[in-house]
C-alpha cells in the first residue's frame, strides 16, 4: 500500500517568506510525527499528533513553527518568517497508535533551504 | 529526559557481524527499543524492535539484557547494501510530555 508522502521534496525560498509543508499518513495511523533532520546530524523531534490533537508542541523550535492536522488525515508543519538556520530536512512519520510498541514509518522528507 | 548514547561510526568488512549498542539508561518500564537504518536522501526505515531478552528477524537481532538499560543491534555478515546510519529511539514519557529520543545515530561504513 502507499507509505507516508511529504510534499513538496525540495522547498527553496528567501529568508523572512513562509512556508507550508505537507504530509500524508499511512490510511488509519492515528499518529503522525514531525522531525527535523540538519545536515549530518541526527533527528530532532518536533511534535506529534494523536488524531487531530498535538498534546505536547513544547519541542517546535520557536513560535514561528506551528502545525496542524485535520480529518486524522493530513498534516501541515507552517514555519514562517523564515530563517536560514531552518534550513533542514523536514521528515514526517505515522504510525497505527502513540504506544511504544508502533513503529513509525516515515516519508523521504521535504528538503527546505532557506537562502 | 532520558537519552540514548550510540557510537558515532563503525566500520566493517563484508561478510562479518556487526554489533551496534545504544545506552539508554532511563528506560521506562513500558517503554520498547526500536531501531532504524536511514540511507541518504530517505527516510529511516524500520529494523527491528523489543522489550527485552532477545528478538530476530530476517534482517537483524536485538539483545537487551536483563535491566535494560541498553540494546544491541546485531547485523549478521554485512553487505556493502547495509552502509547506512542506525538509530535507536526509545520513547520518553514525562509529566505532561511525550517527546521521542533519537539517538545520534551510527554511521556504518561496510568496507568491500
Known amino acids: 500500500g502507499a507509505g507516508v508522502s511529504q510534499s513538496p521534496s525540495n522547498k527553496v525560498t528567501e529568508k523572512g517568506k513562509d512556508v507550508e509543508l505537507r504530509c500524508d499518513p499511512i490510511?488509519?495511523?492515528?499518529?503522525l510525527y514531525w522531525y527535523r533532520q540538519r545536515l549530518g546530524q541526527g533527528l530532532e523531534f518536533l511534535i506529534y499528533?494523536?488524531?487531530?490533537?498535538?498534546?505536547?508542541k513544547s519541542g517546535l523550535p520557536s513560535d514561528r513553527f506551528s502545525a496542524e492536522r485535520t480529518g486524522e488525515s493530513v498534516s501541515t508543519l507552517t514555519i514562517q518568517r523564515t530563517q536560514q538556520e531552518d534550513s533542514a530536512v523536514y521528515l514526517c512519520?505515522?504510525?497505527?497508535?502513540?504506544?511504544?510498541?508502533?513503529?513509525?514509518?516515515f516519508g523521504d522528507g521535504t528538503r527546505l533551504s532557506i537562502l | 529526559l532520558a537519552k540514548t548514547t550510540q557510537p558515532i561510526s563503525m566500520d566493517s568488512y563484508e561478510g562479518q557481524e556487526v554489533n551496534i549498542t545504544c545506552s539508554h539508561n532511563?528506560?521506562?518500564?513500558?517503554?520498547?527499543i526500536t531501531w532504524y537504518q536511514q540511507f541518504p536522501s530517505q527516510g529511516p526505515r524500520f529494523i527491528i524492535q523489543?522489550?527485552?531478552t532477545k528478538v530476530t528477524n530476517e534482517v537483524a537481532s536485538l539483545f537487551i539484557p536483563a535491566d535494560r538499560k541498553s540494546s544491541t543491534l546485531s547485523l549478521p555478515r554485512v553487505s556493502l547494501s547495509d552502509t547506512a546510519v542506525y538509530y535507536c529511539?526509545?520513547?520518553?514519557?514525562?509529566?505532561?510530555?511525550?517527546?521521542?529520543?533519537f539517538g545520534k545515530g551510527t554511521k556504518l561504513s561496510v568496507i568491500p
Open positions: 529511539l526509545v520513547d520518553v514519557s514525562g509529566a505532561g510530555s511525550y517527546q521521542l529520543t
Open positions: 523489543g522489550y527485552k
Open positions: 512519520a505515522s504510525s497505527l497508535a502513540t504506544a511504544s510498541n508502533q513503529p513509525q514509518h
Open positions: 499528533f494523536q488524531g487531530n490533537s498535538a498534546p505536547d
Open positions: 532511563n528506560i521506562a518500564t513500558n517503554d520498547y
Open positions: 490510511s488509519g495511523h492515528t499518529a
